[in-house]
Nanobody, 118 residues
Framework: HVQLVESGGGSVQAGGSLRLSCVASKSSACMGWFRQAPGKEREVVAQIYTGGGSTYYADSVKGRFTISRDNAKNAVYLQMTSLKPEDTALYYC???????????????YGQGTQVTVS
């Protein structure tokens, strides 16, 4: 079992920036960020293959968000810039033990951190 702890959420005005952090209890082949807005399904935001650094971004965040990792710390980060009101959601860190990283099927999720853009 992998435990994930997120931090860095908050409230920001449109056009602003936030950086989310996530620390895992042990290493995972794939890590990523998902989000869920009220009344909507959880969606993939960004994912990273911790071995080689390959990344995937949802079209809605390409060019604005950057996912990165620090394997020594079992950590993953999400730098969010040019934030829009539609980015408002509960953001979850997620981990997958193996297989194809760029999918919706992740094994472990954190508790989530709220991002509100006004």
């Amino acid at each position: 079992h992998v435990q994930l702890v997120e931090s860095g959420g908050g409230s920001v005005q449109a056009g602003g920036s936030l950086r989310l952090s996530c620390v895992a209890s042990k290493s995972s082949a794939c890590m990523g960020w998902f989000r869920q807005a009220p009344g909507k399904e959880r969606e993939v935001v960004a994912q990273i293959y911790t071995g080689g650094g390959s990344t995937y971004y949802a079209d809605s965040v390409k060019g604005r968000f950057t996912i990165s990792r620090d394997n020594a710390k079992n950590a993953v980060y999400l730098q969010m810039t040019s934030l829009k009101p539609e980015d408002t959601a509960l953001y979850y860190c997620a981990a997958r033990s193996g297989g194809y990283c760029f999918s919706r099927a992740y094994d472990y999720y954190g508790q989530g951190t709220q991002v509100t853009v006004s």
